[in-house]
Nanobody, 124 residues
Framework: QVQLVESGGGLVQAGGSLRLSCAAS????????MGWFRQAPGKEREFVAV????????YYVDSVKGRFTASRDNAKNTVFLQMDSLKPEDTAVYYC?????????????????WGQGTQVTVSS
């Protein structure tokens, strides 16, 4: 059983940056690909990014490519989402999630473990 806890959300102006963290416990962290999702008010949850188990491969939704960067530190059981050039449309609750496989990265199913989410608000 893997437990995930996100942190690092907050209020930022458009064009600013935030770094989200997701700390994992209760499992072998390096055995899981880690995904980031977000859900804006009134909208469905949306895939944002995924990083492979060893951190060498990443995949992003088009709307965040070039602005967001996923990384991980397996020694610290933590995955990160660096968010730069933030836009008001990035406002959402951000969740990290874990699944066994990275491939195919554009298949957003089979995430069996989820965090509770952290709020990101970008003001214009």
């Amino acid at each position: 059983q893997v437990q995930l806890v996100e942190s690092g959300g907050g209020l930022v102006q458009a064009g600013g940056s935030l770094r989200l963290s997701c700390a994992a416990s209760g499992g072998t962290f390096s055995s899981y690909a880690m995904g980031w999702f977000r859900q804006a008010p009134g909208k469905e949850r949306e895939f944002v990014a995924v990083i492979s188990r060893d951190g060498t491969s990443t995949y992003y939704v088009d709307s965040v490519k070039g602005r967001f960067t996923a990384s991980r530190d397996n020694a610290k059981n933590t995955v990160f989402l660096q968010m730069d050039s933030l836009k008001p449309e990035d406002t959402a609750v951000y969740y990290c999630a874990a699944r066994r496989t990275f491939f195919p990265p554009n298949n957003y199913a089979n995430y069996g473990y989820w965090g509770q989410g952290t709020q990101v608000t970008v003001s214009s």
